[in-house]
């Protein structure tokens, strides 16, 4: 009866589900306990991944973490009233990776707040692989019975991923505006600068 045999740990959970693990509890737990990770100038690129990489043991013999590490990075937008952390994540493969991540740290909340512990229990946006369409969605830690859980609630299906379609609806979701003084140039900047 195979069902029932025990597994090596190593080979309990191929690829796909090493990396759900990491975008569905690993990122939205930085994301709730530790938001200040995710605006962090010096996390911008691929640091935010690398930082990660070393502080989740599970990870680390990981045979594809490297690549998929290479291929993520993360940029800190500003918009007039908060900032923005877009991470762009290694292309998906299956559903429901993702490809986008994105949160929102306002300025009400940053100028206020006097530990990170005020910021905690932000939304987490994603932009997920869903079969041959992409769905954007948000993860929140929700704690009933002192056992938290994520949970996730799609909201919009798009035929493409595309990055600023996401930071439009993010920004819609928390009531930001454009701010045209972001000094990057790519469509994310391009789109909050009105070029």
Not at 62 to 91: C, P, R, T, V
Not at 143 to 156: E, V
Not at 160 to 172: G, S
Request: aromatic share 14%; charged share 25%.
């Amino acid at each position: 009866m195979r069902f029932f045999r025990k597994k090596n740990k190593t080979n309990s959970i191929d690829k796909h589900g090493e990396r759900f693990e990491f975008e569905y509890r690993v990122l939205p737990s930085v994301a709730t306990f530790s938001p200040c990770q995710l605006f962090t100038i010096d996390h911008q690129g691929s640091e935010l991944l690398n930082f990660l990489y070393s502080c989740f043991d599970e990870f680390k013999d990981a045979s594809w973490i490297k690549e998929y590490i290479a291929n993520s990075s993360m940029a800190i937008y500003d918009a007039s009233e908060g900032q923005i952390s877009l991470l762009k994540l290694a292309e998906p493969e299956t559903s429901p990776e993702l490809a986008y991540v994105a949160t929102v740290l306002p300025n009400h909340l940053s100028e206020n707040m006097k530990d990170e512990e005020d910021i905690f229990y932000r939304p987490f946006y994603i932009l997920a692989k869903m079969v041959d369409n992409w769905c954007f969605g948000e993860v929140k830690y929700v704690d009933n019975i002192g056992d938290g859980i994520y949970y996730t609630t799609y909201y919009k299906m798009t035929d493409k991923a595309d990055p600023v379609q996401f930071i439009e609806w993010v920004m819609e979701r928390e009531g930001l505006t454009k701010k045209s003084e972001n000094i990057m140039h790519d469509p994310v900047a391009d789109f909050l600068n009105n070029r």
